[in-house]
């Protein structure tokens, strides 16, 4: 349990962490709209926005320099078909954003056909060549350790620039173990990947304390310098109201449900 100190301190790295992400079905561009207004807040800036690709420039455009638009790619579903994940991340390099997330065809791997994984993903690279790439692993539907851990290794091999745990789609997002079989892929790779990758733990975390388990476990696997934004994010939407209300000093709220942003 994270204790009343150290709130604060985990706020503000939460905030400056966050990707802060619109995914619903019904998003529309005032919502964008909003999320950007958000992201520019009285406690300081997020590290970036997620948004569907048909609202990257929207959002690009209503953003200073220093917050990234990022988009979403063969989202939420993970098919292995590679042509539309390529259209997407192509639309996203067109609108002018800087990173992608992209989610790695986790049915595909789990029915055994690593390859399929590692093809799309590497497509998606080469799409996107240039921009921040995060792959998402869907760990609450892999959710055994190996076959994280083999999903892991796949996603750095193409190329990932973050690894990133879920969709926020399915009823398990994000937890604790599964960040740690991430982490300690990303710490075991070979250099420069294990100095480089990044972690970014998504779906489910709410609160400030929710999200102090993340960065304490990043700073473990990783070194305290690893938890600062080029290596280290959290894909969250209702997550940046107790941050505000933590650095505020109107105390914290209660640990949300897992299965959504």
């Known amino acids: 349990m994270t204790s009343p100190d150290t709130l604060p ?5 939460a905030l400056a962490c966050l990707d802060l992400t619109s ?23 997020v590290a970036a926005v997620c948004v569907w690709p048909r609202f990257a420039a929207f959002a690009r ?19 292995a078909d590679v042509a539309r994940a390529v259209r997407d991340a192509s639309e996203i390099v067109q609108a002018g954003a800087q990173e992608v997330d992209v989610v790695l065809p986790f049915a595909a791997l789990m029915a055994g056909d690593a390859s399929a994984a590692a093809t799309l ?4 690279r080469r799409a996107c060549d240039g921009l921040t790439l995060k792959v998402i692993l869907e760990t609450g ?4 350790a190996a076959l994280i851990a083999t999903a892991s290794r796949i996603a750095l091999d193409a190329g990932a620039d973050f690894l990133k745990t879920s969709t926020g789609k399915t009823p398990i997002s994000a937890t604790p173990q ?3 079989v991430m982490l300690q892929a990303i710490a075991q790779a070979s250099p420069p990947t294990s100095g480089r990758v990044g972690f970014k733990a998504s779906g489910g975390i709410r609160t400030v304390a ?15 310098q690893a938890a600062a934004p080029a290596r280290f994010r959290i894909g969250a939407s209702s997550l940046l ?5 933590v650095l505020g000093g109107q105390g914290a709220g209660t640990s949300g449900a897992p299965g959504s942003y």
């Open 9 to 13: 301190t985990a706020a503000r790295t």
């Open 23 to 45: 995914l619903n079905d019904a998003t529309g561009e005032a919502d964008v709209a909003k999320l950007c207004e958000r992201a520019q807040g009285p406690q300081g800036s």
């Open 61 to 79: 455009a209503r953003l200073p320099a220093h917050i990234g638009v990022a988009a979403v790619a063969n989202f939420p579903d993970g098919s």
């Open 121 to 124: 993903l590497q497509a998606v």
């Open 141 to 144: 539907v892999l959710a055994d």
């Open 178 to 180: 599964a960040a740690r």
């Open 210 to 224: 929710d999200a102090a388990v993340y960065i304490a476990l990043c700073a473990e696997l990783l070194g305290l």
């Open 241 to 245: 109201n107790d941050i505000e209300a």
